[in-house]
C-alpha cells in the first residue's frame, strides 16, 4: 500500500511449484479408458503495476510468464465398436474389436498472459 505522498505501486514475483495437469476423454465411446492426472513443476515470473486513486481503490496492469511441462505416455487399448455399413443392406451392422494407439506427447503450457487488476478494499 502506498503513502499518501505515493500512489503507485510495483510488484514483482518469482514462483515455483506442482501443478495438477490432466487430461479428460471427450469421446463419446463409453470404452475408452478414463482421463489421465498429473502433478508437474511449474514456473511463474510476474511483474504489476498499480494506481491508487484513493486507499480503497486501485486500478493496474500486470504481466507474467508461466511455464509447465509434461509428458503423457503412450496408450494401447482394444475395444469392441460397432460399426453400421452404408452402401449395404438398411441396418447392416458390424461388430469389431478396434485397436486405439495413442503415441506419447509432450504438452507444454508457457507463455506470456497480461490482464487488468482492479482493486477494492472493505
Given amino acids: 500500500m502506498p503513502t499518501v505522498f505515493q500512489r ?16 479428460v476423454n471427450k469421446f463419446y465411446y ?18 504489476a503495476w498499480d494506481y491508487y486513486f484513493a486507499p480503497a481503490f486501485s486500478l493496474g496492469a500486470f504481466l507474467e510468464y508461466r ?3 509434461t509428458r503423457a505416455p503412450a496408450k494401447v487399448d482394444e475395444h469392441t465398436l460397432d460399426f453400421y455399413v452404408e452402401d449395404g443392406a438398411a441396418g447392416e451392422h458390424i461388430v469389431r474389436l478396434t485397436e486405439f494407439v495413442l503415441p ?3 504438452f507444454r503450457a508457457r507463455g506470456i498472459h497480461f490482464g487488468l487488476r482492479i482493486g477494492l478494499r472493505l
Avoid at 479408458?33 to 515470473?45: A, H, M, N, S
Wanted: net charge positive; with cysteine; glycine share 16%.
Fill in 30 to 47: 463409453r470404452e475408452l479408458p478414463p482421463g489421465v492426472r498429473k502433478t508437474v513443476l511449474c514456473g511463474r515470473i510476474r511483474g
Fill in 104 to 106: 506419447p506427447v509432450l
Fill in 67 to 69: 511455464f509447465e511441462q
Fill in 8 to 23: 503507485t505501486s510495483f510488484e514483482l514475483g518469482v514462483a515455483a511449484g506442482p501443478a495438477l495437469v490432466g487430461s
